[in-house]
């Protein structure tokens, strides 16, 4: 790979997957120049031109440059399978090899659109089909309920998941230690390798799909499973639509820590230390968080607070998201507008909810191995609480849809969620989670 394409390439790695595909997203979406006239788009060379398997190919558009990436010679991505505009995605791939649009710059350009379908025509074969799932070896711990009974019986009494910022100082220090002690035995990065092969696997419809919410409701189940058994009481949540201070709960020295190194003077791909996180029990200097699952090799957790996104959604957002009633409609995809789209954030057509959380700590969050950040499972806390509000205040309204799986990558009410069933010997549906009530419950 020459080193522009091998530079673009590390640009994905490092401006990540979810930065970049909520990232179509304000402040730093496409801009839609003046029209000019348009010269004829440069065809897209086919796979047999210097478009191989894992490279990305650049040509010209209208004085902007448009990136096929096909491959995944990078490491995992969804966008190293994307077509870009200016390193910004324009379509990425989605459930089953199908590229989506992600910008509607089509409304501005269809030719560009066309264009680029146009690529992704060309390119179509085995370079753009997905890598087969690979995870590591389940460690011991979570091959059965430590329990000994099925992870989704009734609790004799729930446990309570509290906002980070009500967690005495002895429970924020057990929370942080059991952090600490499930990624020095392994546990922790199983989690971080389940949830990246989950994020370049459609077909698992973890992401921008109606199991989304269920997904990783039962990947949240399983972790503070873990984390009772590493000695925490339950997994907090953080109200990112209101603690967006850096330096205040959750970003303090006995929790999360604060943001990454920055130098405003430096190209950041020319600083090797960009985004290091430095304080807090997670940075690097510590020597207990060394990040080993990942889309490049970059050893220490990274943020980038507030560079990409401003702000994560507020109230306002949360509560339209929570006034949509119904759950998911066709075709239960990434922009669906009903409840699940916009909780996920891709319905609102900007970093929103969920995905703006991700996007605005940056970072290892705005990529597939997100879990990498503990911020991941505190955000993802309070996407389930927001859907365990909704759920709630709609008791008669159905709390998944579809009943039945209308095509792969969109599990139905009683499709065993992967790679739990397969890889884990653990069957959870959705249907199996939609009552977390005797299980736990937000406070
Ligand atoms: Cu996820």
Known sequence: ????????????????????????????????????????????????????????????????????????????????????????????MAHGGEFISILNAHETYPDLMDLARDAVRQLHGASLQAP???????????????????????????V??????????????????????????????F????????????????????????????YLNLFEEQLRDAGARALPYWDWSRQQ???AVPFTDDLLGGDGYHRPELDDEDDPQEGEVLTGPFA??????????????????????????????GPADVRSTLGHRRYDKPPFDRTTPAFRGYLEGWAFRRAAMHGSAHAWIGGNMSTGSSPNDPAFFLNHSYVDKIWADWQARYPSVRHYAPTSSPSP?????DTPLEPFHSAMKWTVTPRMVLDHRRQYVYR
């Not at 799932?133 to 009734?154: F, K, M, N, W, Y």
């Not at 990558?409 to 009410?413: A, Q």
Request: proline share 11%.
């Open 284 to 313: 690097a200097s510590t020597g207990n968080w060394p990040v080993t699952v990942s889309e490049d090799d970059r050893d220490f957790l990274r943020r980038d607070i507030g560079r990409r996104v401003r702000r994560p959604s």
């Open 1 to 92: 790979m020459d080193v522009v394409n091998r530079r673009a390439a590390l640009r994905l790695a490092a401006g990540g997957a979810t930065a970049v595909v909520l990232g179509a997203t304000e402040g730093q979406g496409f801009a839609a120049p003046a029209p000019a006239p348009a010269p004829a788009p440069a065809p897209i060379p086919g796979p047999d031109g210097p478009t191989s398997p894992g490279w990305c190919t650049t040509v010209g558009y209208r004085g902007h440059t448009v990136t096929v990436c096909p491959g995944d010679k990078m490491g995992h991505g969804l966008l190293k399978k994307a077509v870009l505009l200016d390193d910004q995605p324009l379509m990425v």
């Open 160 to 189: 309570v998941r509290k906002n980070v910022a009500a967690l005495s100082r002895a429970e924020r220090e057990s929370f942080v230690d059991a952090l600490l002690a499930l990624k020095d035995d392994g546990r922790y990065d």
């Open 245 to 247: 201070t850096v330096g």
């Open 132 to 158: 087969p799932a690979r995870l590591p070896d389940v460690p011991a711990e979570l091959q059965i309920p430590s329990s000994g009974r099925s992870r989704t019986a009734p609790r004799r009494r729930p």
């Open 191 to 218: 989690f971080v390798a389940v949830h990246q092969q989950a994020f370049v696997t459609p077909e698992w419809g973890a992401h921008m799909s109606p199991a989304f919410l269920p997904w990783h409701r039962a």
């Open 409 to 413: 990558g969109v599990p139905g009410l």
